[in-house]
């Protein structure tokens, strides 16, 4: 699957003017979004490894071996994704963002939730380096996301040759204007208490924590210390090979580019900033 992108940077005063617009256009109640990125380094070549492997039994093999495709003489970083958007435990939220909280706990979810630590939710992410400035007038790169449905999560991670890195956690709204997914957010990270806590004394962490350590969101910090978020505009092609489809979804996004002149600049992506490849 291949990802189109543009980006915007807004500073934190102007999010619910952005956000009213954003959902103004697609005519829709803005999702709040909240995710759990947990990053994985490789230990070695992923295309080492063979034979089954922790929770592969709930994964689908091809989309595993595509992965392993493209990583074949590159080693990338891969994301573990965890949905915590129903979640009531509590996010360090902004002063002017009171009505997301209640008694300084997030509202309570829905009767049957998914809640973190769950096996279930989580999700393999791979994003490849964007091509080459200038070839598009968008950001573009090769993107996957397989739902593992059952087994040991990190042994899964083990054996396909992948140790934890970092993590950080997604926070914002996200609203779909015809093909165009929207996300207003901003990125938070744990703070260097919390983060001392996990640590072995080698810097390693116990895998058993990796997955219980969101008994509390209070120490989460954003990452962008003056407070600015971030607004992304996708369009997902499943096919990037067929240049009829990317085509279209090009000049969807130029089109909305063209739509919020004057409100945000949308500008392509650092390419630089967006290499996932292991340095």
């Known amino acids: 699957m291949h990802e189109l992108l543009l980006f915007a940077q807004v500073p934190s005063a102007r999010h619910d003017q952005i956000l009213n617009i954003i959902a103004g256009i697609a005519g829709m109640s803005?999702?709040?979004?909240?995710?759990?990125?947990?990053?994985?380094?490789?230990?070695?070549?992923p295309s080492s490894k063979s034979g089954p492997i922790g929770a592969s039994q709930g994964v689908q093999n091809q989309q595993i071996q595509a992965i392993?495709?493209?990583?074949?003489?590159?080693l990338f970083y891969l994301q573990l994704v965890n949905?915590?958007?129903?979640?009531?435990?509590r996010i360090q939220d902004d002063p002017q963002h009171q009505s997301d909280l209640e008694d300084g706990s997030l509202k309570r979810p829905v009767a049957g939730a998914k809640r973190d630590g769950d096996p279930n939710s989580w999700s393999l992410c791979f994003f490849d380096i964007p091509e080459v400035?200038?070839?598009?007038?968008?950001?573009?790169?090769?993107?996957?996301?397989?739902e593992i449905l059952e087994g040991d999560t990190m042994?899964?991670?083990?054996?396909?040759?992948?140790?934890?890195?970092?993590?950080?956690?997604?926070?914002?709204?996200?609203?779909?204007?015809?093909?165009?997914i929207l996300l207003l957010y901003r990125l938070l990270r744990r703070s260097e208490r919390d983060t001392a806590n996990l640590s072995k004394p080698a810097g390693g962490?116990?895998?058993?924590?990796?997955?219980?350590?969101?008994?509390?969101h209070s120490s989460w910090v954003p990452l962008d210390q003056s407070g600015s978020y971030i607004l992304?505009?996708?369009?997902?092609?499943?096919?990037g090979s067929v240049p009829e489809s990317m085509s279209v979804g090009i000049t969807e996004l130029l089109a909305f580019k063209e739509?919020?002149?004057?409100v945000v600049d949308l500008e392509v992506g650092d390419r630089l900033a967006m290499d996932t490849r292991l340095k």
């Open 133 to 146: 400035a200038g070839r598009r007038p968008v950001t573009s790169r090769m993107m996957s996301r397989i």
């Open 83 to 89: 949905d915590l958007s129903e979640l009531p435990n």
């Open 155 to 180: 042994g899964f991670m083990n054996g396909l040759g992948y140790r934890y890195s970092s993590e950080y956690m997604l926070y914002g709204h996200r609203v779909i204007h015809n093909n165009i």
């Open 30 to 45: 803005p999702k709040k979004i909240i995710e759990r990125h947990v990053i994985f380094r490789p230990n070695r070549a």
């Open 205 to 216: 962490i116990e895998d058993e924590n990796i997955f219980k350590a969101l008994s509390d």
């Open 259 to 262: 739509m919020m002149k004057g």
């Open 232 to 239: 992304q505009a996708s369009v997902r092609v499943q096919d």
């Open 68 to 74: 392993q495709g493209q990583l074949k003489g590159e």
